[in-house]
């Protein structure tokens, strides 16, 4: 297979960025490497460890052996932004007949369709940018009401048009959209607390670009131990409240955002009421309560920093 792809042109590049997760990002190269497509497509890897760099080295390894393009990069400026901007940005330097930029993360693993999936939504739709479903693999046992906790659930149904998708970590953007995006495409404001493909994607919505749905484009993403304990979905629903009120600040006129706040605090305890008799989780009717929680601190300057690491 390998062989044959590259005499194919390359109509599509995967781009991964990774941090200090090296056997995740092996699990998550092989499951790229194993795509079956009729087309030509290549790989990018940005390494955010720049001190490291073990992630670099780990795709290193595994890419001299397979026959299919690539880049391995490290980006020496810590957030997941930057590095996701650098990926993006060389990919489509580097190989510029290219039309489809993909996103995968470190801890997921694509199926073997996911690929001609995805893109094939994307040509037969003309779509600007196309998500798919990313279903989650619990490392231990869970109890229904985490396994069914907001936080886990992805967008469902069958292919179809969607106003926008709000992750990157299955995502499909178009050339035409990095083009007419200013640049850096995500906004580094958004490095350490997260949210910068929500913000980006709610620009795109805002720009007019056609975004779809893919159901068959389906990607897993591994939950470890540690992000399934109720104290730390608790503090990622208080983060999404940040973000969601980060992002409509930055987007709604002056003043909306706040109003916004008065409001999610009424519907924060009427879905949570609704939540709580519907599944008898008190974990799942923490969710719609604390997001507005979340937005208050965020509108007070307080804003957590999940994805800012010791050097």
Known sequence: MGQEQTAKPILAVVCIPTFRRPDWLERTLYS???QKTDFGFAVVVVDNDAAKAEGAARAGTILAASAIPNLILTEPNQGNCHAINRAFTEAQAAFVEAEFFLMIDDDEEAMPNWLAAIVATAQQQN????????????????????????????????????DQIHGSGNCLIRRRV?????RPPFDVRFNFLGGGDMEFFTRCRLAGFVTWWCEEAVIHEFVPAERVTAKFLMRRS???GSIN?????????????????????????VR?????????????????L??????????????????KAAR
């Not at 869970?142 to 469902?156: C, D, G, Y």
């Not at 009120?245 to 909306?256: C, K, L």
């Not at 949570?272 to 719609?288: K, Q, Y």
């Open 32 to 34: 790229v490497l194993a």
């Open 178 to 182: 990095f083009n007419a995006m200013s």
């Open 245 to 269: 009120y980060v992002v409509d600040r930055t987007h709604m006129p002056a003043g909306t955002a706040t109003l916004k706040n008065i409001a999610s605090l009424g519907l924060g305890v």
């Open 272 to 288: 949570g009421a609704a939540v709580l008799v519907r599944t008898g989780s008190w974990l799942g009717a923490s969710h719609p």
């Open 127 to 162: 779509a600007d940018i196309v998500g798919g479903p990313v279903l989650r693999r619990f490392d231990v046992p869970v109890p229904k009401a985490i396994a069914e906790h907001p936080l886990f659930i992805s967008i469902e149904g069958t292919t179809r048009s969607v």
């Open 238 to 240: 208080i983060r999404t």
């Open 290 to 307: 604390l997001l507005p929680v979340g937005r208050i601190m965020a509108s007070l300057g307080i804003l957590p920093t999940p994805y």
